[in-house]
C-alpha cells in the first residue's frame, strides 16, 4: 500500500501561534505604560504590609497572643481561648512567631483588598444578569489558572518582596467573594424584596436593609474561603522574596532542611486554624437580619429564613 502521511498535511493547516511573544510585547507595553502606577502601588501595599507587621509584630509576643485568646475567647469559647494561646505559644517557642505576623499580615492586606473588590462585584453580577455573565467566565478563569502564574504577572509588574505576594494572593483569592455575595443576594426570599418595595423602600435602601443582611452568611462563607485561599498563596509568596512563612518553607525546600520546613508549615496550620475558626463564627452570628428587614418581619410576618 502507499505510504499516506496525512499528519503533516493536517499540520499545514493549522498556523503557528506566538501566544507567548503575543503575551511578553502586552505586559512589557504595560510595564512601559503604566509604570509610574505599579510602583505607586507597590509603594502603598509594601506601607500597609509593614504598618501591620509592626502592629502584630511589634508588641512582646505574649501581649499578641493574649490579644488572639481574648478573640478567641468571644468567638467561640475559653477551649478554644486556651487552645489558641498554647498554639501560638509553640510557635514562639519554634522561634517562628515574628514570621507568621508577617505572614498574617500579608494574608489580611490581600484579603482587604480582594473583599473590596470582590463583594461590589458580586453585589453589581446578583444585580445585572449582563453583568453576571460577563463577570462568570473571567472568575472561571481566575479559579482554574495555576497560582505560579499569578506570582510570576505579579512579580513582572511589582519586583520581588511582599507586595507580589498580595497582588497573587488577591488574584487567587477573591473569586469566592464575587460568587457567595452573588449567591447570596439571589437567594433572598422574592416576598422579602416585594414587601420591602410596597412599604416604599428605594432601590439602595432595599439592598442594605434586606438583601445584605439576609446574604450576610454567604458573603462571610465567602470572606472565610478568601482568607483561606490567601493563606494557602503564604509558601508561594515566599519564592518570589516575600518572606515571613513561606520563606521559612523555601529555604526547608532548598536547604533540604525537612525540620524547618515542618517547622513552617506547623505555624501556617496554627495560624489557618485561628483564622478560619474567628471567620466562620462571625458568620454564624449573621444569620438574623437587620435594619430594614426588622421593621418588615414584624410588620407583615415574614420569616428571616
Known amino acids: 500500500m502507499p505510504d499516506i502521511r496525512i499528519l503533516p498535511i493536517a499540520q499545514s493547516f493549522v498556523p503557528d501561534l506566538d501566544v507567548g511573544g503575543w503575551v511578553e510585547s502586552g505586559l512589557g507595553w504595560l510595564v512601559d505604560t503604566f509604570g509610574v502606577f505599579f510602583t505607586f502601588m507597590r509603594q502603598l501595599l509594601g506601607w500597609l504590609v509593614e504598618r501591620l507587621e509592626v502592629v502584630f509584630g511589634g508588641p512582646p509576643f505574649w501581649v499578641i497572643v493574649l490579644v488572639f485568646a481574648l478573640i478567641a475567647l468571644v468567638a467561640k469559647g475559653w477551649k478554644f481561648a486556651l487552645f489558641i494561646a498554647l498554639a501560638f505559644t509553640f510557635v514562639e ?50 479559579q482554574t489558572m495555576p497560582a505560579f502564574v499569578y506570582l510570576v504577572l505579579a512579580m513582572l509588574f511589582f519586583r520581588i518582596g511582599v507586595v507580589p505576594g498580595v497582588i497573587a494572593s488577591l488574584l487567587f483569592a477573591m473569586p469566592p467573594a ?17 414587601a420591602a418595595h410596597a412599604f416604599g423602600a428605594k432601590p439602595r435602601e432595599v439592598l442594605t436593609g434586606v438583601q445584605l443582611p439576609l446574604a450576610m452568611p454567604s458573603i462571610m462563607a465567602g470572606i472565610n474561603q478568601v482568607i483561606m485561599l ?45 483564622l478560619d475558626r474567628i471567620t466562620a463564627t462571625l458568620g454564624t452570628n449573621q444569620r438574623s437580619g437587620g435594619g430594614l428587614f ?12
Not at 464575587?178 to 416585594?194: A, F, N, S
Not at 513561606?246 to 520546613?261: A, K, P, S, W
Not at 426588622?294 to 429564613?305: D, H, Y
Request: glycine share 14%.
Open 93 to 142: 517557642s519554634m522561634g517562628h512567631f515574628q514570621d507568621t505576623m508577617l505572614s498574617l499580615a500579608l494574608v489580611l492586606v490581600a484579603a482587604l483588598l480582594a473583599v473590596v473588590l470582590g463583594v461590589p462585584l458580586g453585589i453589581l453580577a446578583a444585580r445585572n444578569e449582563t453583568a453576571s455573565t460577563l463577570i462568570r467566565p473571567m472568575l472561571d478563569f481566575m
Open 178 to 194: 464575587v460568587r457567595l455575595t452573588e449567591l447570596g443576594i439571589r437567594q433572598v426570599d422574592p416576598e422579602v424584596v416585594e
Open 230 to 274: 490567601a493563606l494557602s498563596m503564604v509558601v508561594i509568596a515566599g519564592m518570589a522574596g516575600a518572606g515571613g512563612l513561606g520563606g521559612v518553607i523555601v529555604e526547608g525546600i532548598t536547604r533540604l532542611n525537612f525540620g524547618l520546613g515542618v517547622e513552617g508549615g506547623l505555624a501556617v496550620v496554627v495560624l489557618a486554624i485561628f
Open 294 to 305: 426588622s421593621g418588615l418581619r414584624s410588620r407583615v410576618g415574614l420569616s428571616a429564613a
